[in-house]
């Protein structure tokens, strides 16, 4: 009997035709990530998806032959987990996949910050040519922390090390050998806010995650640091941010997630020519859409024939 397999959002071309090749699988594509056809979900085995498709219990309660959803992402947040073990539905994801893109993307906002591209951009767009108006920090010599030092933030460890930057990290779940392995001192979250020059931000979005930098933890950071956060909006209170980069708290901040996305157009956020924002572009490499749907055509493949 054939699995059949509902491919609810973009796949790659090439490892749909590599699941296509095996006479067990049978690939049904559904044009809207949010809407799926029913006369296909409540026969399919596997759900191949990424973030726009959320799985909640009444979903899952349709889908009666469901045993194995795979997001192409690394997070799992549009995902019920509680719901899916409930209905004994595995769930996996590619978080190898977005190692490179999102550290990569990281370092696009670090340095647009640093060195104000995004303003010297729109002056030199409105015709404007002041090289008085542009003035950036090296990053040599400064200090980069890392407030989760998993997949992603040790990509991005490496990269400052490179710069010629000391690295710090706050990440009480990860190995004393991964932090000896990339020579980063493990420090407490307190002092990563102290010392840091960049601080950035790299991890799940978890209730202990959630607000993690507030109101209370502006007060410890030095004035003029750097900001950013490609990890999940929920990590920052964004009323609370924007009360720090009123009060001069910040030289400047980089953000690819936000608490409410789309980012709302009436958002205080879009007002300061110093805070660079991406529309959650972290993961979108045509490398990374590649490797993760690969990966998971992999561990489809694995699970059903195993
Ligand atoms: P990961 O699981 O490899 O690393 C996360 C790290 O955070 C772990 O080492 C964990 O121990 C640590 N951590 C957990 N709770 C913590 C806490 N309270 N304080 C400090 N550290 C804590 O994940 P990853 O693949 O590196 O991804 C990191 C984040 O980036 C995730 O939120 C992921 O969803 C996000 N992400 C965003 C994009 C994007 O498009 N912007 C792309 C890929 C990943």
Redesign the pocket.
């Known amino acids: 009997m054939k699995k059949k397999i509902l491919v609810t959002d973009r796949f790659a071309q090439d490892s749909y035709l590599f699941l296509q090749q095996h006479a067990q699988f049978e690939l049904v594509r559904s044009d809207h990530p949010q809407h799926l056809p029913l006369e296909h979900l409540v026969s399919a085995n596997a759900l191949l998806i990424r973030s726009r498709t959320l799985i909640n219990e009444e979903l899952l309660k349709k889908a009666r032959q469901l045993q194995l959803i795979i997001t192409g992402?690394?997070?799992f947040?549009h995902i019920d987990l509680e719901a899916t073990q409930k209905w004994g539905v595995t769930v996996m994801h590619t978080?190898s996949a977005?190692?490179e893109?999102?550290a990569q993307?990281t370092w696009g906002l670090v340095l647009s910050c640093v060195n104000n591209i995004q303003q010297a951009h729109k002056m030199m767009k409105a015709g404007e040519w002041r090289r008085d108006a542009i003035t950036g920090i090296e990053l040599k010599g400064r200090t980069y922390g890392i407030?989760?030092?998993?997949?992603?933030?040790?990509r991005v460890a490496e990269i400052a090390q490179a710069f010629g930057m000391t690295v710090i990290a706050?990440?009480?779940?990860?190995e004393d050998d991964?932090f000896a392995r990339l020579k980063v001192p493990r420090l407490s979250?307190e002092e990563v806010l102290k010392t840091a020059d960049i601080l950035s931000f790299?991890?799940?979005?978890?209730l202990?995650?959630e607000h993690?930098l507030n109101r209370s933890q502006f007060e410890y950071i030095h004035r003029g640091i750097v900001l950013i956060n490609?990890?999940?909006g929920s990590v920052i209170n964004e009323n609370d941010l924007v009360e720090a980069i009123e009060n001069g708290y910040l030289r400047a901040v980089g953000l690819?997630?936000f608490e409410k996305e789309p980012l709302p157009r009436t958002s205080n956020l879009l007002n300061y020519p110093h805070v660079v924002l991406t529309p959650?572009?972290?993961?979108?490499t045509e490398d990374a859409f590649f490797k993760a749907s690969q990966v998971a055509a992999n561990k489809l493949m694995a699970f059903f024939n195993d």
């Open positions: 992402t690394s997070g947040d978080p977005n190692i893109s999102a993307l407030v989760g030092l998993g997949r992603i933030g040790s706050y990440d009480p779940y990860q991964v979250y790299h991890v799940p979005k978890t202990e995650t993690m490609t990890s999940r690819d997630v959650h572009i972290g993961a979108n």
